[in-house]
């Protein structure tokens, strides 16, 4: 990026823009604004840390457009890849039988560069860690969004809530990347039904859902598995496969099926480093059971035994699991499965052409199915997409301009992956011609690692 572009950027969009939302999706936005010489407010509502905390994280894997957009921030990338696992396979999947260790993994290589595993909280950590390194993006952690407010002038009005202290932040662009129950979506939704004194243009209709299938629910929680099991009870030819990959893994444990043959429990091993393993004290791995099983409502840790025991009669469970792992499991709740769904708004635009608005991305937009959508690697993408919008939309002065470019872009490839997820949907309930269109969409998924712009215009046929 070019000395003039970065200051044609930051004299039109005058006011710092504030991002609420310091997840993947935002604290990636953050950076990249950064880059390119505007500096930006970050709020989210969860408090500062320095300590990761792994029994709330989970693995995501980047697909090539979601590195790609990373690319532009160089040293998050580096820091990624320092603890990601890179594969090329379409599926990286270890299956146990009677307690053997296989790799069922499909054997789909691509060319080019590795798709990354990489787990949620380390990415967060490392964002925070680089804007704390900036002095261009001033960072409101524990703060939540309690009302908005329009202008006459073009600006907004937000008003925070900080352990009872109230901030208020005025920008002209406000980028929400607040997730799934997005409170911007929210706290605006709510003013549709009240008379503005200030003119304002929601796209597409906030609040609009589209759905395909129903949600299930379904027993989620991390446990530990103890290190020296691990390490004791792993093939070592496993081992030696993933010694040039920084002795990392991505593993199952369960019955002959997956869950979507049909079991009933599964214990999923998300990919960590050898030195992480040993900081933790164990393998960090999720068990996903559904409601028809015994660990649906188990009281105590003697019952949480016996039920893994019965269940994996080829673990150690006793030596594997300790009692306060075991304990958490039990204390865990049923979480509802995603469906395909989008919430059909990306912008909110005040005004005349020289006003400003609210770009919402990632799951604060719409959300999907993570098997389609990826979820993560949606979200970079709307990031990405905002970029571009800006990047394109900067000689213009207009704010407005770029609000309707990243509604045209993203509307699209939103349009795209819901379209995917519905016919997924549709072949499992088994009809043909709904099998022939998923075969088709398997293969666009195909070409989204080789070319993804066809991939994208395909899916939108």
């Known amino acids: 990026m070019t000395h003039s572009l970065s200051q044609e950027l930051t004299s039109f969009i005058g006011t710092n823009p504030v991002i609420i939302g310091g997840g993947p999706c935002g604290a990636t936005l953050a950076l990249l604004l950064q880059e390119r010489g505007i500096p930006v407010t970050l709020v989210d509502s969860t408090p500062d840390f320095t300590d990761v905390d792994y029994s709330r994280s989970y693995s995501f894997r980047l697909n090539l457009r979601a590195i790609s957009t990373l690319s532009s921030v160089p040293e998050l990338l580096k820091r990624l890849k320092k603890e990601a696992v890179a594969t090329n396979d379409a599926k990286v999947l270890f299956h146990t039988t009677n307690g053997r260790v296989m790799n069922v993994s499909p054997k789909i290589k691509v060319q080019g560069h590795p798709d990354l595993y990489v787990l949620r909280t380390p990415y967060i950590q490392e964002c925070r860690f680089l804007s704390e390194e900036t002095c261009s993006i001033t960072t409101m952690y524990g703060s939540s969004l309690e009302a908005i407010h329009f202008h006459h002038d073009g600006q907004v009005e937000l008003t925070f809530n900080q352990d009872g202290r109230e901030t208020k ?44 299938g129903t949600s299930t629910r379904n027993l989620i929680q991390s446990i530990c598995l103890d290190k020296s099991f691990f390490y004791r009870n792993i093939d070592s030819e496993v081992l030696r496969s993933f010694a040039e990959q920084e002795d990392v893994w991505h593993w199952i444990l369960g019955t002959s099926e997956g869950l979507a043959k049909g079991a009933s429990c599964m214990i999923s091993c ?69 469906c395909f769904s989008r919430m059909g708004c990306f912008t909110v635009m005040l005004g005349d052409s020289q006003s400003g608005g609210i770009a919402y991305l990632g799951d604060a937009a719409r959300s999907v199915s993570p098997v389609t959508g990826e979820g993560v690697n949606a979200s970079l993408l709307d990031v990405n997409l905002f970029m571009e919008a800006l990047d394109a939309s900067a000689g213009s002065g207009c704010l407005r301009t770029v609000l309707e470019a990243y509604e045209r872009k993203a509307s699209v490839e939103a349009d795209a992956i819901l379209t995917l997820g519905m016919r997924m949907v549709e072949g499992r309930r088994g009809s043909t011609g709904s099998f022939l269109q998923l075969g088709r969409s398997i293969i666009r998924m195909g070409l989204a690692k080789i070319a993804p712009d066809i991939s994208t215009k395909a899916c939108c046929r």
């Open 169 to 212: 932040l005025l920008t002209r662009l406000v980028l929400a990347c607040d997730g799934l129950n997005s409170k911007t979506a929210k706290i605006v939704q709510k003013k549709l039904n009240t008379r503005s004194p200030v003119p304002y243009h929601v796209s597409n209709g906030l609040g609009r859902k589209q759905f395909a």
């Open 270 to 338: 998300v990919p960590m480093a050898r030195e992480r393993i040993d900081k933790l004290g164990g393998q960090l791995a999720t068990v996903c059971a559904t409601k028809h099983t015994e660990f649906w409502n188990l009281s105590n840790v003697e019952e949480g035994f016996a039920a893994f025991k019965k269940r994996f009669p080829q673990l150690d469970v006793c030596s594997m699991i300790s009692e306060d792992a075991m304990r958490a499991f039990i204390d865990s709740r049923p979480t509802p499965s995603p």
